[in-house]
């Protein structure tokens, strides 16, 4: 498609509960990324793949959180085991490549809210 | 200290004033930079990328300071639509392939 796709908008969780995120980045994009932004509007690097490839998680938690890009389906984030401050805004952005010049086109997020 | 720093605001101005505003940043190996702006907590769309040598987008005028790390955007005649959070963001390499570097907004409110 011609914007980057997310799903789904809300998520409520328990304290406890497993949390997925999916996204589909624009057509013909090879870069995928994943960004949470808490209540302060921090944005914050978690991870980028290249088509299916994991590129960069030097931002990623090491526990709970995992992302995958699987041919033919959308990319997914997971948090198992969700704490109080996973609370945040979720935003999936994709690139056309990794030239200097080239943007990244941002997804309209997953508001996700752990009770 | 924060990588990339911003004055959160919010600067309150009446419509058709110059605005601008600053950040700096602490990574010298930086090499991309761009104002993104992000309105009531959708996502972040991209404004204008800065160049070295400056660039001008209608009433938007980015400038950036290499020796000092410091990044400046102007907006001229401003008008009601542009009140929205302003992210300065860096990239050490490629804007295209590395994960960005997000100020923490600054929030512009322009009065009627």
């Known amino acids: 498609g011609e914007e980057v796709a997310q799903t789904p908008k809300h998520l409520v969780r328990g304290e406890g509960q497993k949390a997925k995120l999916y996204c589909a980045p624009i057509?013909?994009?090879?870069?995928v990324f994943w960004y949470q932004q808490v209540l302060k509007n921090e944005f914050k690097f978690l991870i980028s793949?290249?088509?299916?490839?994991?590129?960069?998680e030097t931002g990623m938690p090491k526990e709970r959180f995992s992302a995958k890009c699987l041919p033919n389906s959308p990319c997914s984030l997971e948090i198992q085991a969700t704490k109080l401050e996973d609370s945040a805004v979720y935003f999936c952005?994709?690139?056309?490549?990794?030239?200097?010049?080239?943007?990244?086109?941002f997804g309209p997020g997953t508001r996700l809210t752990v009770l | 200290r924060k990588e990339v720093e911003q004055d959160p605001g919010p600067f309150n101005v009446p419509e058709g004033a110059t605005v601008a505003f600053n950040c700096t940043y602490s990574?010298?190996?930086?090499?991309?930079f761009f104002w993104y702006r992000q309105d009531c907590r959708k996502e972040p769309k991209l404004l204008m990328s800065?160049?070295?040598s400056g660039n001008e987008d209608g009433r938007f005028t980015a400038q950036l300071n290499r020796a000092s790390q410091y990044i400046s955007l102007l907006i001229r005649d401003s008008k009601l639509s542009d009140s929205a959070t302003y992210l300065c963001?860096?990239?050490?390499?490629?804007?295209?392939?590395?994960?960005?570097?997000f100020g923490k907004g600054t929030h512009l409110i322009i009065q009627p």
């Open positions: 952005a994709s690139s056309q490549s990794r030239l200097r010049t080239d943007t990244q086109y």
């Open positions: 057509k013909g994009h090879s870069y």
């Open positions: 793949f290249q088509n299916e490839n994991v590129f960069d």
């Open positions: 990574n010298s190996a930086s090499q991309s």
């Open positions: 963001v860096v990239s050490t390499s490629g804007g295209g392939a590395d994960g960005l570097t």
């Open positions: 800065v160049y070295s």
